[in-house]
Structure formats: C-alpha cells, structure tokens
C-alpha cells in the first residue's frame, strides 16, 4: 500500500551539544501521574471487560480525570489525613451494546481503588479517598467513526498528531534511570521515600543538575534529624545511579524548599503531595515516552485513557515513539530521529495524511540509505498498526 511517508534530513546542531536542555518526569504518586494511571488503568479494565462480553473493544475515552487535594497534618512517627482526597473518574464508556448493560461505573470505581491501593500503600481508601464516577456516554459520531469500514483499519477519531523521537539523550535517561530505580531497589529497602517525586534535570554544557522534590512518609520516620540522614542517603544512591550514565559533571538536590532551621520539610501522611494542597489532572504530566522534554517536539495530548482501538491521540503518540526507536536500532548513522503522524478524522489510521521522519544524520552517513531503510520500517509500522492495540490492552505499553 502507498503512504504518504516524507522524510528530510534535519540540519540543526545536535541536542547533546545544545548549551541547554531541560528534562522532567513526575513519578507515580504525582498528582498528575495519579491521575494518569487510573485513567488509564480504567481503560484497560473497560476494554477487557468488552473483550470478555463481546469479543470486541467497544468506545470509550476515560482521559478526563480530575484529584482534588485533601488537607493533611503530617508529624514524625504518623500524621493524619483531615480532608479526603476527592477523585473525579470522568469521560465516556458505552452502558448498553446488543441488549445488554455494561458496569462501567462500577468497574470504574474498583480499578481506580485497585489502582490507589497498588501505588500508594500508605494510603487509607476507607477513609482518606472520595472516588466520585461521572462517566457519560460517547457522542454518536464518534461511536459511528470507532466502527471499522470492512477489511480496513479502524478509523481515527480525529484529526489529531503524535509524535516520538530517539535515541534520549544522556539527561533523558538518567531522569528515567533514577526514577525507576527509586520505585524498583530504593523504596523498598528505605519506605520513608514516597511516591510523589518530581525529577527536573538541567543539562548547561557539562554539567547536568537534578533537582527532586520528594515526598517523605511521616510514619516512617522519628524525627528531622532521622529526615536529614534519609535525604543524605537518597542523594548519594541517585549520585552513583546517574554516573553510570554520564560522564559529565553532577550535581543532585532534594526537596531545596526544605526550612532546616524551621523544620518545615516535605513531610507527608500517604507519600503524595494530592493529601495537602497539589491537585492532577489526567495529560498534564508526562508524554507516553515517560518524560517532559521541551527541547524536542512533543504533542500536547493526554495519552493515557483514550480507547487504544482509535484514538489518535493515545496510537499515534505510541506508535511513533515506537517507530523512532525502531529506526534508531535497526539503522546505523542515525543521530536523532522525529517522527510526526497525522490523522484524518473518517479515514483508516494505518493511512496518515502524512508520516513525516525528520533525521539528523551522523557525519558520512547516506541520507539516501538512511530515507530507504527508514521509510520501509515505518511503512511496517503502520501496516501493522493494530498490534498497539493488543500491547495496550495487555499493559506492555506505559503511557505516561
């Protein structure tokens, strides 16, 4: 099938060179990534709660959650939580398909207790959670657009873009290093860590600063001289992860708001922030690559919780992300690649308005070369584009 796939060589300095680059992520009990990660767990629950009923994933879109912060008083040894943190799970789902009505406020409201009860085990859900459920049902258009024409692919939902690039560079992979390192060996042997960490990284020249913002758990810890010692240790492991990656200068801080003096920490009751005043909000967080990144194009859609059968803004984001690091394993003399596609509302997904590849090709490289076997793995990309679908539904795709 012929497809619309532009590519051009880029002509701009490389990134690593760049005198600034700046690079976020917020971690998993972010407020924002909270909201995210129910979103987008509701998604998947819905999708195979439709899959056990009928065989097929029917419309949905659950990307418009909301957390509103509670109040808090947390104190070494065990605070408490004052205010509940209020949840709003909105969006839409099909109720009713072939005679038949779905539950789809009540799986709402269990996966998203599931979801909370997973990442954040300090939090009490009988008492410090409101889970409110306002899910509507999709307009008829867009549940006309979502039934695929015979032997196409579904079709978009919209006219929408997304785009990925490859590889990161060395700040993008220490931000995604430290962070998963903390959630998967940190945490577990040092529990006053909490969910709720912002990582900010500054790349000027040579020297590369993290700045994190981190969340400690009050119950786990028996005063500010106890809180001193878990900060000092949790800056010296990030240290040693981050050399692992770099060979540039480091500098690490944590939570630099802290008031030693006055002892006015970052001290929290469950290891989020939502208990005491900072509220999320489903795509205001991390792009579906794990990461905010202004130097690079990145699209402004929530990925998480929009249906994984259609929605341009959920399969294009992934799928380009995807394909840009396909191309950068798979392709020698590639020094950065960025990869944008865009729908048509109406028309099949695996058939863009345009796939545009912009590469930045290593010094010597063939660009003639590079634009063949590039436009070949995205011309396969797309053929086999409701593959996203199944790694979504199954979980292997992370979203934010």
Do not use: W
Request: glycine share 8%; proline share 4%; with cysteine.
């Amino acid at each position: 099938m012929k497809r619309n796939i532009k590519i051009e060589a880029l002509h701009q300095i490389p990134l690593e060179q760049q005198q600034i680059e700046l690079v976020e992520r917020k971690c998993l009990g972010h407020p924002d990534s909270l909201a995210d990660g129910i979103a987008e767990s509701i998604s998947r629950a819905l999708s195979m709660a439709y899959l056990e009923e009928f065989g097929a994933i029917l419309h949905h879109n659950t990307d418009q959650g909301e957390i509103v912060a509670g109040e808090s008083m947390p104190k070494y040894g065990g605070g408490k939580v004052i205010k509940p943190v209020y949840i709003l799970l909105d969006g839409r789902a099909t109720r009713h398909f072939d005679g038949t009505n779905i539950p789809t406020d009540a799986i709402a409201v269990e996966t998203a207790r599931k979801y909370l009860r997973t990442t954040l085990p300090n939090l009490n859900l009988e008492r410090d959670v409101i889970v409110d459920c306002r899910l509507g049902t999709g307009s008829t258009d867009l549940r006309d657009v979502f039934k695929p024409c015979q032997g196409t692919a579904p079709r978009a939902n919209d006219t929408s873009f997304g785009v990925g690039h490859a590889p990161f560079s060395e700040t993008e992979t220490i931000v995604k290093a430290v962070s998963a390192y903390i959630d998967g060996e940190f945490r577990p042997r040092h529990p006053v860590v909490g969910q709720d960490i912002k990582i900010m990284g500054l790349r000027d020249g040579n020297s590369i600063t993290l700045t994190l913002g981190c969340a400690m758990v009050d119950r786990y810890c028996s005063g500010l001289a106890e809180y001193i010692e878990c900060k000092d240790v949790l800056q010296e492991h990030i240290l040693k992860v981050a050399k692992k990656h770099t060979n540039r200068n480091l500098v690490i801080d944590v939570n630099t708001a802290d008031d030693i003096d006055t002892g006015s920490v970052f001290l929290t009751v469950t290891g989020t922030s939502a208990e005491m005043g900072d509220d999320g909000s489903v795509g205001r967080g991390n792009r579906c690559n794990g990461l905010i990144t202004p130097n690079r194009p990145m699209s402004m859609e929530a990925t998480s919780g929009k249906n994984p059968i259609n929605h341009i803004g959920k399969i294009y984001n992934v799928l380009s992300t995807e394909l840009a690091t396909d191309c950068v394993h798979k392709v020698d003399g590639i020094e950065e690649i960025y990869i944008r596609l865009l729908s048509q509302i109406g028309k099949p997904i695996d058939q863009p308005l345009v796939a545009s590849v912009q590469i930045l090709p290593k010094p010597k490289a063939d660009m003639k070369k590079l634009s063949s076997e590039v436009e070949a793995i995205v011309n396969e990309g797309l053929a086999d584009i409701t593959c996203i679908t199944e790694k979504i539904v199954r979980g292997e795709i992370k979203t934010f």
